[in-house]
């Protein structure tokens, strides 16, 4: 078992719909988790962090986090093509000083 | 601007070659990483650095070699390359104390081995 797994994908998602992306982990003891983008060609970029169970906003993102089910989304809403990426979910043990373990990312294509 | 700058950009080796790649940071953060990337693998951690002084083994660091040579900078060594090293190069840095608040990514190495 994969310590987090997402689906590869292709997702796609008509333009101005809702996204929904999702990740889950295998290490119950995980405090920290987070959602990064990354265009082709390019590094990957931190857009939501979460830490506490429950819905994190932030414009157009949520990031939803159920620990008691070890699972993480991201909602995009109102989907414009330059959200088409790949989202990253990565997950840390602490809050603290410690190293990220990502999932292989899921291909969004958002049709205009 | 302010961020974690990787050199070089684009490297091709011949098999046996050795090479460094090159990363620093500006953020005065404490931990620096090295991942690479490769298709279907996602990105996986080679070596990291909690703080100025201290290196540890990631999840695949046969092969490669690491420097933390002050805060700012961390450099990784292929000393033998090999055609299983092809990959996509990322170092990454972060605050490393309190509350995590993620990385900050390099634009990346792309390195092809021949």
């Known amino acids: 078992q994969k310590e987090v797994e997402q689906n590869s994908g292709p997702l796609s998602v008509p333009e101005g719909a809702i996204a929904s992306l999702n990740c889950t982990y295998s290490d119950r003891v995980s405090q920290s988790f987070f959602w990064y983008r990354q265009y082709s060609g390019k590094s990957p970029e931190l857009i939501m962090s979460i830490y506490s169970n429950g819905d994190k906003e932030d414009g157009r993102f949520t990031a939803q986090l159920n620990k008691a089910s070890q699972y993480v989304s991201l909602l995009i809403r109102d989907s414009q093509p330059s959200d088409s990426a790949t989202y990253l979910c990565a997950v840390a043990r602490s809050f603290g000083n410690e190293k990220l373990t990502f999932g292989t990312g899921t291909r969004l294509t958002i049709i205009p | 601007n302010a961020g974690v700058t990787q050199t070089p950009k684009f490297q091709v080796l011949k098999t046996g070659q050795s090479m460094t790649l090159q990363c620093a940071q500006d953020?005065?953060?404490?931990?620096m990483y090295w991942y690479r990337q490769d298709p279907g693998m996602g990105l996986r951690l080679i070596y990291y650095s909690a703080s100025e002084g201290t290196t540890d083994k990631g999840e695949v660091p046969n092969g490669y070699n690491v420097s933390r040579l002050n805060k700012r900078e961390f450099s990784l060594r292929l000393e033998s390359a090999a055609p299983s090293q092809t990959s996509v190069y990322f170092c990454?840095?972060?605050?490393?104390?309190?509350?995590?608040?993620?990385?900050?990514f390099g634009s990346g190495t792309r390195l092809t081995v021949v």
């Open positions: 990454a840095s972060s605050e490393g104390a309190g509350v995590n608040y993620g990385y900050t």
């Open positions: 953020m005065n953060h404490n931990s």
